[in-house]
Nanobody, 114 residues
């Protein structure tokens, strides 16, 4: 059974930074294209970014230049470094496989507010 455990969220002021982690169990992590998604309040879940097994990365336009995705295959973990946070980044953040999404984890809440 695949499990995603996201952590690292919290309350941060505009312009601040956070680093999220997502540890995965139950599949061959190192072969997966991993992605972060987010669900803002009262909106649909949306794609944030992805990283392939060869560490090619791709970012949604609203986060490009501010967010950075990385992975540690030895720890079955993907990370999301978020800088220059804005109120529009407020959301619950999730990770999942980009190609074949599995059951979603609980996510981690990020709130950007002064």
């Amino acid at each position: 059974q695949v499990q995603f455990v996201e952590s690292g969220g919290g309350l941060v002021q505009p312009g601040g930074s956070l680093r999220l982690s997502c540890t995965v169990s139950g599949f061959n992590f190192r072969e997966e294209v991993m992605a972060w998604y987010r669900q803002p309040p009262r909106k649909q879940r949306e794609f944030v970014d992805l990283i392939t097994s060869h560490e090619f990365t791709q970012y949604a336009a609203p986060v490009k230049g501010r967010f950075a995705i990385s992975r540690d295959d030895a720890q079955n973990t993907t990370f999301l470094e978020m800088n220059d946070l804005k109120s529009d980044d407020t959301a619950v953040y999730y990770c999942n496989s980009r190609i074949l999404p599995r059951t979603w984890g609980q996510g981690t809440q990020v709130t950007v507010s002064s």
